[in-house]
Each structure stands twice: as C-alpha cells, then as structure tokens.
C-alpha cells in the first residue's frame, strides 16, 4: 500500500468504524509482540485492539514495527521445544492453553488480517503480491 493511503479505511453502507490500513497493520504487530510475550512469559503490551503503545504512524515506522514483531516472534517460536508447547499459560487473547495453541492463534490472527487488508488494496486497485503468481485470478 502505498503511503499516502495509509489512512485508507472503506467507506459506505456497512463500513463505519472501521479500521484504517494503518491500524490494521498496527494490530498485527501489537498481537504479534501480545501472543508472543505470553508463549515467552513476558507481560503483553496493552491495549493491542488500539494498536498497542507504539506510537508509529508513518508508512517507514509502522513496517518497522512490524518487522521487530515477526523478528520477535521467529525467536519465541525458534526456542519452542516439543516439552515448552505443552507448557499451560493462561492468555489474554486465547484463553487457557497451551504455548503452542497460542502460536497457532498468532498464526490466524495473522492470516485474519490479512483477509482484511487484501480488500484494502483492491478497493485501491492495487493487486495483493501473492496473488500475482496466479495471473488467472487477477482481473
């Protein structure tokens, strides 16, 4: 998404309230660093349904924030053992469970979001990478 739309939020019938493509990034990043500190027991940054307390608000800050969110969770999951996954912690955002239902819930949160974004870019006319290797379906 190019920067100048990402404040970019759907508009009409159906669509108040909702969040701008920034935000939605931003929710990816807080529940990233949120799930994640809970595997690694660390306390979850709050208000993640805001975005969280990371000020970024540019396009360069917010990718930023988002790549230290995917580097942080690569380590937590890198340091799961067959033994650690099956650790019970008790989760803000997923509940009772284990280490490893809760990176399973950091997965679909992940894909959830992105279900969301990708109409983003199309109401936007921009066509979502992954989908470009499958010309057919582009239209």
């Known amino acids: ?6 404040n970019f939020a759907p508009s009409g019938f159906g669509f108040a309230g909702v969040r701008t493509f920034a935000e939605q990034v931003k929710d990816v990043e807080c529940g990233n ?3 994640f500190s809970e595997i ?6 709050a208000h993640c349904e805001k975005g969280g307390a990371a000020k970024a ?3 360069p800050e917010i990718l930023k924030y988002l790549g230290e969110s995917f580097d942080y969770g ?11 996954a099956q650790v019970k912690v008790q989760d803000p955002y997923c509940g ?7 990176a399973i819930g950091a997965v679909w949160h992940i894909a959830d ?9 199309r109401l ?5 990478l992954p989908t470009k290797q499958y010309p057919s379906a582009v239209r």
Do not use: C, E
């Open 57 to 59: 608000s540019t396009k």
């Open 113 to 121: 979001h992105y279900g969301q974004l990708a109409p983003y870019l």
């Open 33 to 35: 660093f949120g799930l």
């Open 124 to 128: 936007n006319n921009i066509v979502p």
């Open 40 to 45: 690694d027991h660390k306390t979850p940054p």
């Open 74 to 84: 690569n380590r937590v999951l890198a340091a799961m053992t067959d033994t650690s």
């Open 96 to 102: 009772n469970n284990t280490n490893l239902t809760v």
């Open 1 to 6: 998404m190019p920067a100048k739309l990402y």
